[in-house]
């Protein structure tokens, strides 16, 4: 048994959305340091680029806004001209909105709806021809959609269109697993819970007090994401297929209730 390459990455290429902040950036440095070359994509040309110099030569920046089925079309076209096949997609790109019930707007709906999950299944799409080109029964190629716990359990906050978005990642990753692992493409989902960042404020501004709510006593940090991604992306995770993996500190399976007081996952993952 091989047990040194379990967890290399090595030779590998990634793509990674919403790779410039956040989860995405956890993981695009996650990658590099094992060895795969990534390539970043978000909204912002000028933050994408300069986090692509951040993270050095193995990183390179490819701008692009991924809420419509022609942006997914565009960056496979991209990632065409600069490669012949790709071993991993980490969707990961999201939005989240928080409106009462009453008030919550069209415009909340489908911008979360479009980015969380329509643009998921048609950057998939757009992106199959290349992640099955290298894919082989001793390396399948890997798609790994970011959810949250948000689509696991009911949350205290108003974001009806994240949790039903997030919610729908999860049944769209099992069937997508079920039609991809014919053309040897594994693909499986990560729900995170507490991990600081733009769209998780609460974690962000409030660590202590919401590390305090999660039953490991603290919210994540970036080697927790990054080692979860790892291992799905990896050797490791070949024979994984159509899998959520709670990332949580234990939020979803071994918290008793404790009340609304305050919800770990924020405003979402």
Not at 22 to 31: D, E, H, V
Not at 163 to 180: D, F, N
Not at 192 to 221: Q, Y
């Amino acid at each position: 048994m091989d047990t040194q390459s379990l967890f290399s990455l090595a030779g590998r290429t990634a793509l990674v959305t919403g790779g410039s902040r956040g989860i995405g950036k956890m993981i695009a440095t996650g990658f590099i340091a094992q060895g795969a070359k990534v390539y970043i994509s978000s909204r912002k040309a000028d933050v994408c680029e300069a986090v692509a110099e951040e993270l050095g030569p193995n990183c390179i920046a490819v701008p692009q806004d991924i809420s419509t089925v022609d942006g997914c079309k565009a960056l496979a076209a991209t990632m065409a001209e600069h490669e012949d096949s790709i071993d991993v997609l980490v969707n990961n790109a999201g939005a989240a909105w928080g409106e009462s019930f009453e008030s919550h707007p069209e415009e909340g709906w489908d911008k979360v709806m479009n980015l969380n999950l329509k643009s998921v299944f048609f950057l998939t799409q757009a992106m199959h021809g290349l992640l099955q080109a290298g894919a082989s029964d001793q390396q399948p190629a890997k798609v790994i959609n970011i959810s949250s716990i948000d689509g696991i359990r009911l949350s205290a906050w108003d974001t009806y269109s994240y949790q039903a978005s997030k919610a729908a990642l999860i049944h769209l990753t099992k069937r997508m697993a079920a039609r991809l692992v014919e053309d040897k493409i594994h693909v499986t989902s990560i729900a995170p819970g507490a991990f600081a960042s733009e769209m998780n404020k609460a974690a962000r501004d409030l660590t202590e007090v919401v590390g305090n709510h999660v039953p490991a006593g603290r919210i994540g940090n970036d080697e927790d994401m990054a080692g979860i991604a790892i291992y799905l992306a990896a050797r490791s995770g070949d024979y994984v297929v159509g899998e959520t993996v709670a990332v949580d500190g234990g939020v979803v399976n071994a918290q008793m209730a404790q009340g609304w007081d305050i919800d770990p996952a924020g405003s979402g993952a």
